[in-house]
């Protein structure tokens, strides 16, 4: 469905920012511009105001905020985004006073996250995201509030209940909550079942289109959506990866980071982002031809401190190598290594990197295996790899890597 039905052209979009030194608010705009993109807007204009701190008012100051009224009625522009989160009062009265659409950082990631939801959880947690920012604006009566016109910011699932009063509002997060409350307790439940079975897991994280749809689909060929765009793939996808040596281990792509991802974004979609915390590694795919790649991977660094990652080993790949001409420092976390996902390049590398940083759960050993017991081959063949047999009058002997948990009851045919 194309995004704006009723328009030909995309929508023209200003974007706002004050600049208080807190972080850099030129790559921050710039970033806050190819959201817009993302979501199908234009970005015409930039404002960045150089303050102390945002005006509680109308949080640019009072002389730029005619400026603003001005550059908006001479330039057509059909909806401002402000590079922060902006409380009730400030939308309202920008609104007021420039007679355009208003939203913030976080109503646009948001409206992405409303498009990119595919799965019943990732659909549930947006709706109830929005429900939750958006209620403390229902007092008033601004533009924001119109959910009838179409465009950025107003998409998603219950866009129309923002028109309702606050108690049903209430009553629909209460119900999302509890709905979310089961399926985190099935994913709990799968969870605690693959830690019991020992399963190995291995979580993907990193900034949003940073390849980490491409790497998962070249070494599971799991089909996921893979483009060059914000947000391209908002659903966790779990796929088998045998690694070289044999072993199988649940390889998992997580949902993309953007830098200042807005905390409220980051407790809806923890349940999907502590694939992250429960994994036994961590690969962190960062763009490695990105001027802001030290950014990025500062940006993954901070949000795996704040899931309680520390203890997990992290393997920073370094993604899209072929477009960088030399190798440079970066601040990685962990071990490196360079790959090119879209091409291969470096794959054969991460595997064995894989292998040698994941907690040790298989040993090669060689084993003699009367023939009566023609099981214990079975059972290896599950859980490991056999990589020789020889016949004898004794038994078959064999050269296997045989998951450690399995020695105890094979021990007696260790050769």
């Known amino acids: 469905m194309p995004l704006f039905e009723n328009s030909q052209a995309p929508e023209r979009v200003m974007l706002i920012s004050v600049d208080t030194g807190e972080f850099d608010a030129e790559e921050s705009i710039d970033e806050l511009e190819l959201l817009v993109e993302t979501a199908g807007g234009e970005a015409v204009l930039k404002m960045i105001q150089k303050m102390p701190s945002v005006n509680p ?82 007092t008033g009566k601004g533009k924001g509030l119109s959910r009838l016109g179409g465009g950025i910011g107003t998409r998603g699932p219950g866009e129309s209940k923002l028109e309702s009063d606050k108690r049903h509002i209430r009553r629909k997060i209460h119900a999302l909550e509890e709905e979310l409350s089961q399926i985190e307790k099935r994913r709990n439940t799968m969870r605690a079942r693959r830690k019991k079975d020992g399963i190995i897991s291995v979580a993907i994280v990193g ?131 360079m790959i090119s996902a879209l091409h291969g390049e470096g794959i054969e590398k991460l595997l064995k990197t894989i292998e040698e940083t994941l907690p040790q759960s298989h040993t090669r050993k060689k084993l003699l295996i009367p023939f009566d017991k023609g099981s214990i081959i079975a059972n290896i063949r599950k859980d490991g790899v056999i990589h020789s047999e020889e016949y004898s009058d004794k038994g078959t002997l064999i050269d296997a890597t045989v998951n450690i948990n399995y020695l105890e009851e094979i021990k007696e045919y260790l050769v």
């Not at 989160?85 to 409206?111: G, Y």
């Not at 992405?112 to 959880?121: N, Q, V, Y």
């Not at 036994?280 to 500062?298: G, K, M, P």
Request: hydrophobic share 45%; aromatic share 4%; proline share 3%.
């Open 57 to 138: 008012a109308t949080y640019v100051g009072s002389g730029r905020i005619q400026d603003l009224k001005e550059a908006v009625k001479n330039n057509w522009i059909d909806l401002i985004v402000a590079d922060d989160e902006l409380s009730p009062a400030q939308l309202k009265n920008i609104e007021d006073i420039t007679d355009a659409r208003v939203i913030d950082r976080t109503m646009l990631i948001l409206d992405i996250f409303a498009l990119r939801a595919r799965s019943r959880e990732g659909k549930l947690q947006v709706e109830l995201a929005q429900l939750k920012y958006s209620l403390p604006f229902l």
């Open 207 to 337: 900034y949003t289109n940073a390849g980490k749809s491409t790497l998962m689909n070249r070494l599971t060929d799991a089909g996921v959506l893979a483009e060059d765009k914000l947000f391209a793939t908002l659903d966790p996808t779990a796929r088998k990866l045998t690694l070289p040596n044999g072993q199988a281990v649940m390889l998992i792509d997580t949902v993309g980071l953007v830098r200042r991802l807005p905390h409220k974004l980051v407790e809806a979609f923890k349940s999907t982002l502590e694939e992250a915390k429960n994994a036994d590694l961590i690969l962190n795919v960062c763009d490695a031809s990105s001027d802001e790649c030290n950014e990025h991977l500062t940006v993954t660094a901070n949000l795996l401190q704040e899931l309680e990652c520390d203890s997990t080993p992290v393997i920073s790949v370094m993604n899209k190598c072929d477009l960088v001409p030399n190798i440079y420092d970066l601040a990685v976390i962990g071990k490196s290594v």
